[in-house]
């Protein structure tokens, strides 16, 4: 019994071996074909001239093969043309708007956001997706507005990095009420895009928002700006901080008509355009408006962590949400916030399309793939087993 056994290993052994040679000599025939070129007509050409432009022709075919990036922001142009927008400021004597808007077919969606400030920096975000054909019509509309309303200096007494009022010591509250002429810039990129730049500051400086739109990918202060939000970045520089020690809390206030689901892993980092991210979606008729926001930091030029309170009833209208961004104690203070709509992207190229439930299914199968002759080696081994089966049965 066991000498037939043996024999049944050895014999499937064979069978497997002569399917790895046989796939090793495939894959290394496959390679010299590509190796000689695309077009195997090349081989017969015989002219200089004419095997310059083959193998021009050739390097066409491959560079079509290959993501294009002429504007260096690691976006793929293609996928950048899918995705662009038509982007339109209006500056009036107290409100900003920033319209996006893209047409395909009968849908046409756009988002605007419209900044005021008064009683704190306020940025509504208005979204609509309309469908219109012959015979039907049809209109869907997503609104959220965050402001930012006071910056509360505070001695962390529970020692969470949290700000919260029943544990923790107020030292001051710095109200976000009084403001500089806001200043609108249209940068014109090298590739001829516009980069359009908001900035409001309150009249001593110390808190700023910086605002970014686009109408396409851009990357702006190492980040990654898509063309379906608004990258408002956060920054409080020289606070008169009265104790060495304590932290600075942003009360920020949401207004929506649906609730907040907390987002720990954001679109922008699904799609690989942003890391340590998290933040708030707002979904209304499908779509959602999003406000999310880097999990750290510049402070003083270090990165240290930003903690964010739960979202909780806002303390004047209890209809309403509030949040708290928490900063260290520093000199200057910036931060990397955005708000804009998920769900209009096409599927990024840089979107796996293929995601395993278990991690270690990606590893077994590329492992699998790069065995020399996968697959023909598969089909030799199973009927060379197959094979010592029927002898082990006959001999039986």
């Given at each position: 019994m066991k000498k037939k056994l043996i024999g049944l290993v050895l014999l499937g052994a064979f069978f497997l071996s002569l399917g790895i040679v046989n796939g090793q000599i495939y894959n290394t025939s496959l390679e010299s074909e590509r190796n000689a070129g695309i077009s195997l007509n090349a081989v017969n050409e015989t002219d200089d001239n004419e095997?310059?432009?083959?193998?021009d022709s050739t390097d066409e075919n491959l560079a079509k093969d290959e993501d294009i990036d002429e504007d260096n922001d690691d976006i793929d142009d293609e996928y950048e043309d899918e995705n662009k927008r038509?982007?339109?400021i209006e500056v009036s004597e107290n409100e900003i708007q920033i319209e996006s808007?893209?047409?395909q077919g009968n849908v046409t969606n756009k988002f605007q956001v419209k900044i005021q400030w008064d009683d704190g920096i306020a940025l509504k975000l208005e979204f609509e997706s309309e469908y219109e054909n012959a015979t039907t019509e049809s209109e869907l509309e997503v609104e959220f507005k965050t402001v930012f309303k006071k910056i509360i200096e505070y001695v962390d007494i529970d020692g969470d990095g949290m700000f919260n009022k029943s544990n923790d010591t107020i030292l001051q509250e710095y109200l976000i009420d009084t403001f500089k002429d806001p200043e609108y810039t249209a940068i014109t990129q090298n590739d001829s895009s516009v980069l359009h730049y908001i900035k409001i500051s309150t009249a001593d400086d110390v808190?700023?928002?910086?605002?970014?739109?686009?109408?396409e990918f851009m990357n702006v202060n190492s980040s990654t700006i898509t063309p379906t939000q608004v990258k408002l970045d956060i920054e409080i520089n020289d606070?008169?901080?009265l104790n060495s020690t304590s932290r600075l809390a942003v009360y920020t206030k949401l207004e929506s008509e649906s609730e907040y689901d907390v987002e720990h892993d954001t679109e922008d980092e699904v799609n690989g355009f942003a890391v340590q991210e998290s933040g708030l979606a707002s979904v209304m008729n499908g779509f959602a408006a999003?406000?999310?926001w880097a999990e750290y930091a510049n402070i003083d030029g270090i990165t240290k962590d930003v903690l964010v309170n739960p979202v909780s009833a806002d303390d004047i209208d209890a209809n309403d949400e509030k949040i708290f961004f928490n900063y260290p104690h520093g000199t200057n203070i910036y931060h990397d916030p955005k708000i804009g709509v998920q769900g209009l992207l096409t599927e990024s190229p840089?979107?796996?399309t293929d995601?395993?439930?278990?991690?270690t299914d990606g590893a077994i199968s590329d492992l699998i793939a790069n065995i020399p002759g996968y697959p023909l080696w598969i089909m030799f081994g199973i009927a060379g087993i197959s094979i010592a089966l029927i002898v082990f049965k006959k001999k039986k």
């Open positions: 095997d310059e432009e083959t193998n038509e982007v339109q808007k893209m047409e808190f700023t928002i910086h605002l970014f739109a686009a109408g606070f008169p901080f999003a406000f999310t840089k979107m796996s995601v395993s439930t278990n991690p």
